[in-house]
């Protein structure tokens, strides 16, 4: 059965573009008597706007777009909230560590931010040099005692990695270019990386429809979904609605929250 998921972050309203890959997840869970789940990724808690849940809900009920599982209606994957998941997070990204496929990284805001500094002088792309990936179990061990660290997927240093997008065929990353990215925050909270890759296994979604600004992200679900030994869904980058002059539409050319069209 095709499981679709409609995954917005409660960052701001409901943006009119959000809306649309919405009504996509929609169309083809109804064409495919299939399930729409409706999972809200509030994993950075920072951003979290007050208000923009309720934004969410009410601009999709005004447009039709009723969910099959989600916040409101329950399901059998439920909590659909993902600050409510966090133990099954954890859980992964200690899976990953155990695999050898993921580490503890005690590197200090300071030091990171030297670390760019450095390569930007040297006109390198910014990025984690990966000093924490090979650190002596013993020192490892007596970081972890004494202060706090974030998780971070361990890149294959050599290679690529390619996926099929529905829409744009194949395409490649190479490995190289993706850094050691962080899959648990310093505050316990997984990043979007990691949470919508885990959500996406546990709900069993069979097709991933988003917005086309994700396909740098999706090189890095793609090498977790391997790594954990999962089957990735089907990838599907949509495109964006784009103003008349063919950048991204935003406020400055009218309305952009979904609910000023009603
Ligand atoms: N939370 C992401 C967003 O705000 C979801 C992206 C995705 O569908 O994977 O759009």
Same mark, same amino acid.
């Given at each position: 059965m095709v499981r679709v998921r409609f995954a917005p972050s409660p960052t701001g309203m409901l943006h009119v573009g959000t809306a649309r890959t919405a009504l996509f997840n929609w169309l083809l869970a109804r064409a495919e008597g299939?399930?729409?789940?409706? &999972?809200?990724?509030?994993? @950075?808690?920072?951003?979290?706007?007050? =208000? *923009?849940?309720?934004?969410? $809900?009410?601009? $999709?009920?005004? $447009?039709?777009?009723?969910? @099959?599982? =989600? +916040?409101?209606?329950? =399901? +059998?994957?439920? +909590?659909?909230v993902q600050s409510q998941r966090q133990p099954r997070y954890l859980e992964a990204a200690q899976e990953l560590?155990?695999?050898? &496929?993921?580490?503890?990284?005690?590197?200090? *805001?300071?030091? $990171?931010?030297?670390?760019?500094?450095?390569?930007?002088?040297?006109?390198?792309? +910014?990025?984690? @040099? =990966?000093?924490?990936r090979n650190l002596e179990p013993a020192e490892r061990a007596r970081l972890r005692s004494e202060q706090p660290y974030v998780m971070r997927f361990a890149v294959p240093p050599q290679g690529q990695t390619r996926f099929e997008d529905y829409v744009r065929g194949e395409i490649v990353f190479e490995n190289r270019e993706i850094e050691d990215f962080v899959l648990i925050k310093s505050d316990g909270m997984p990043t979007y990386q990691l949470a919508n890759v885990v959500d996406d296994h546990l709900m069993e979604i069979t097709h991933v429809l988003r917005g086309e600004e994700w396909i740098s992200s999706t090189p890095k679900h793609v090498l977790l979904y391997g790594a954990f030994g999962w089957q990735a869904p089907v990838l599907v980058h949509l495109p964006l609605i784009l103003a008349p002059d063919r950048s991204k539409l935003s406020k400055r050319h009218g309305a952009t929250a979904l609910l000023e069209y009603r």
């Open positions: 299939g399930a729409l789940v409706l &999972r809200i990724e509030d994993t @950075d808690q920072s951003r979290v706007a007050a =208000g *923009a849940l309720e934004s969410i $809900l009410e601009g $999709l009920r005004w $447009l039709g777009l009723e969910w @099959d599982e =989600g +916040p409101e209606v329950g =399901g +059998p994957h439920a +909590p659909y560590v155990a695999k050898g &496929r993921a580490y503890e990284c005690f590197c200090s *805001a300071e030091r $990171l931010e030297a670390v760019r500094r450095e390569q930007r002088a040297r006109k390198e792309a +910014p990025r984690y @040099d =990966g000093r924490c």
